[in-house]
């Protein structure tokens, strides 16, 4: 599943495109492309859902590349969550 996002950062608005490529009963992987780099996310979301744990909230953490600004890790995530939540409403 491919689909975009949009975060903003220091008043600029970055457009990513992001790749589900690993998708479990336990874990998804999401590999976020921005114009020359690329990062892995890996979260467990699917694991606290079928387990029914709603409320408990998801880890991510990077598997590949790397970043440093820590609130553009936070931006993307959410992101990522906010979009995932509206795909799975539809």
């Given amino acids: 599943?491919?689909?975009?996002?949009?975060?903003?950062?220091?008043?600029?608005?970055?457009?990513?495109?992001?790749?589900?490529?690993v998708h479990t009963q336990e874990i998804e992987q999401f590999e976020?492309?921005?114009?020359?780099?690329?990062?892995?996310?890996?979260?467990?979301?699917?694991?606290?859902?079928n387990k029914g744990l709603k409320?408990?909230?998801?880890?991510?953490?990077i598997v590949a590349g790397g970043i440093h600004n820590a609130s553009i890790r936070a931006s993307i995530v959410k992101a990522i969550e906010d979009k995932m939540n509206e795909i799975e409403s539809m």
């Fill in 1 to 21: 599943m491919k689909f975009g996002i949009v975060i903003k950062h220091d008043r600029k608005n970055i457009r990513l495109r992001v790749e589900r490529v």
């Fill in 32 to 49: 976020v492309t921005a114009r020359n780099t690329s990062l892995r996310f890996q979260t467990n979301r699917l694991l606290l859902r």
């Fill in 55 to 61: 409320y408990k909230r998801a880890d991510w953490k």
